[in-house]
C-alpha cells in the first residue's frame, strides 16, 4: 500500500531531478551535495532530500559524500526524448489534481489545449503550435523507430507512406536502415518545412516525397504498397480511427501492408499511463492490439499479425495485410 502512496512522490522527485538539471550535471562528473546545491540554486538540506530519494530509486548513488549516475540513472538521461517527457508531464499531474472530477469527465484538462493539433487541420494552421507538437513528438521518435524496427522488416516494401508522421522523425529512421526504400511523408502544411529540412539532411532528398494534407479530409497518396500509422491512432476517437484505417485499406493494393506502432493497452505502461493521458488529451483512446486489429479487420485486412514487443511500454504494433 506504501508503494501505491509514494507513487505520486516518485515521480515527482524524477522531474526534480530532470528540472534542476542534477542527472545532466551528474552525467558530467561526479558531485558533492553541496555543489549540486549551488549550481540549483537549492538550500543543501533540500538537496540531501532529493538526491536521497534518488539513491532509493537507483537513479544515483553515494560514495565518500560524492554522488554519481548508476546504471539506471544514466540510461535514463541517454533516451532521446525522455527528459523532455518528464517536464511535460507537469501539465497531465495538474489535470489529475481532482482525480473523482476527473474521472467524471468534469474537468477541463490543459492537456486538451495543449494538443488542438489532433482536434483537425484547422486548429494546426499555426506554425508555432504544430512545432510544439512535433518537437515533442520527435524527440522521443527514435526509440519508437528503434524498436518498430525490430518488429517489423520493410526488406519486401517498394514505397513506403508514413501518415502524421510530423517533421519525418520516423521516416528518418527507416530511410537510414533501408538506404534505397523511397518514402513519402503526409502530414499537415505546417510541417512541412521541417520535414524537408531533415530529409535533406539525412540525404533523403531524393527518394523523398512530403504531401501535405490532412487524412480526415485529403485522399491518401498513391503508388505505395506500405502505410505507417506510427502513434496516430491513440490520438483519435474510435470513428476517426475506422475512417483512417479504411482509408488505408482502399489506398493499399493487394498484399499491401498496414504497420500500426504505439503504446497499447495490455502493458502497465498502457493500463496506466497513456490511458489516462489519452483522457486527459479528451480526443482519443488507447487502445489494445485485439482492438486494433478488429478495427483493421472491419477495414477488410484478412490476416493480421501482432509481433512481440521488445519493450511494451515504448511501443507495440499491428500488421495488417490486404488480401483480396
Known amino acids: 500500500m506504501f508503494d501505491l502512496v509514494a507513487g505520486f512522490v516518485h515521480s515527482q522527485t524524477l522531474m526534480a531531478l530532470v528540472e534542476l538539471g542534477v542527472l545532466d550535471a551528474l552525467l558530467q562528473r561526479p558531485l558533492t551535495t553541496a555543489e549540486l546545491a549551488a549550481r540549483a540554486r537549492v538550500p543543501e538540506s533540500r538537496m540531501g532530500v532529493l538526491l536521497r530519494a534518488g539513491a532509493a530509486l537507483h537513479l544515483l548513488a553515494n560514495?565518500?559524500?560524492t554522488h554519481f549516475l548508476t546504471q539506471k540513472g544514466a540510461a535514463l538521461i541517454g533516451v532521446p526524448g525522455?527528459?523532455?517527457?518528464?517536464?511535460?508531464?507537469?501539465?497531465?499531474?495538474?489535470?489529475l489534481e481532482n482525480p473523482a472530477a476527473f474521472m467524471r469527465g468534469e474537468t477541463e484538462t490543459e492537456l486538451a489545449g495543449f494538443w488542438p493539433y489532433v482536434f483537425g487541420a484547422g486548429a494546426a494552421e499555426d506554425p508555432d503550435t504544430a512545432q510544439t507538437y512535433s518537437d515533442l513528438m520527435a524527440e522521443s521518435q527514435q526509440l519508437v523507430a528503434e524498436d518498430t524496427l525490430r518488429m517489423v522488416s520493410f526488406h519486401d516494401s517498394a514505397h513506403l507512406l508514413d501518415v502524421g508522421?510530423?517533421?519525418?522523425a520516423f521516416l528518418a529512421e527507416v530511410g537510414a536502415a533501408y538506404p534505397d526504400l523511397p518514402v513519402t511523408l503526409f502530414d499537415l502544411p505546417a510541417v512541412a518545412p521541417a520535414a524537408r529540412a531533415r530529409f535533406e539532411a539525412a540525404g533523403m532528398a531524393k527518394r523523398s516525397t512530403i504531401t501535405p494534407g490532412s487524412f480526415r479530409e485529403d485522399a491518401l497518396p498513391k503508388g505505395v504498397d506500405t502505410i505507417s500509422l506510427i502513434r496516430v491512432l491513440y490520438d483519435h476517437a474510435d470513428e476517426t480511427v475506422a475512417a483512417l484505417v479504411?482509408?488505408?485499406?482502399?489506398?493499399?493494393?493487394e498484399g499491401g501492408r498496414l504497420i500500426v506502432s504505439e503504446p497499447m493497452l495490455g502493458s502497465r505502461a498502457g493500463d496506466v499511463y497513456f490511458a489516462f493521458y489519452t483522457l486527459a488529451m479528451r480526443t482519443g483512446r488507447a487502445r489494445s492490439a485485439d482492438e486494433i486489429a478488429e478495427i483493421c479487420k472491419k477495414a477488410g485486412f484478412s490476416r493480421i499479425?501482432?509481433?512481440n514487443a521488445p519493450r511494451p511500454f515504448v511501443t507495440s504494433a499491428v500488421m495488417a495485410t490486404k488480401t483480396v
Open 165 to 168: 508522421g510530423g517533421t519525418g
Open 246 to 253: 479504411s482509408k488505408c485499406f482502399d489506398t493499399l493494393p
Open 82 to 95: 525522455l527528459a523532455q517527457m518528464i517536464k511535460h508531464h507537469r501539465v497531465l499531474y495538474r489535470d
Open 63 to 65: 560514495k565518500r559524500g
Open 305 to 307: 499479425e501482432t509481433p
